[in-house]
């Protein structure tokens, strides 16, 4: 059984930063897609960034060149670096494992950015 957890969420100032951090418990983390989805109040969720077990990277466009995802096998953990924030960048970002039969889910750490 996979167990995701995030943090590093928070209230945070337009043009600001925060980084986010998912640690995945049990042995697929290195083999899997790691990804940080968001989704604020009345919206749908958005995929923000996502990373191979390769290192390949996928960025949402709203957040290219202001977000970075970053994995770290030896600790199971991903990480997502956000800078230059904007307050459309509110929302709740969860942590996504992809596996082979199933996507495993994190409870989600909130992101407020005021303007």
């Known amino acids: 059984q996979v167990q995701l957890v995030e943090s590093g969420g928070g209230l945070v100032q337009s043009g600001g930063s925060l980084r986010l951090s998912c640690v995945a418990s049990?042995?697929?983390?290195?083999?899997?897609?790691m990804g940080w989805y968001r989704q604020a109040p009345g919206k749908q969720r958005e995929l923000v960034a996502d990373?191979?077990?390769?290192?390949?990277?996928n960025y949402a466009d709203s957040v290219k060149g202001r977000f970075t995802i970053s994995r770290d096998n030896a600790k199971n953990t991903v990480y997502l670096q956000m800078n230059s924030l904007k307050p459309e960048d509110s929302a709740v970002y969860s942590c996504?494992?992809?596996?082979?039969?199933?996507?495993?889910w994190g409870q989600g750490t909130q992101v407020t950015v005021s303007s």
């Open positions: 990373i191979t077990s390769g290192g390949s990277t």
């Open positions: 996504n494992l992809r596996a082979v039969l199933r996507n495993y």
């Open positions: 049990g042995n697929i983390f290195r083999i899997s897609t």
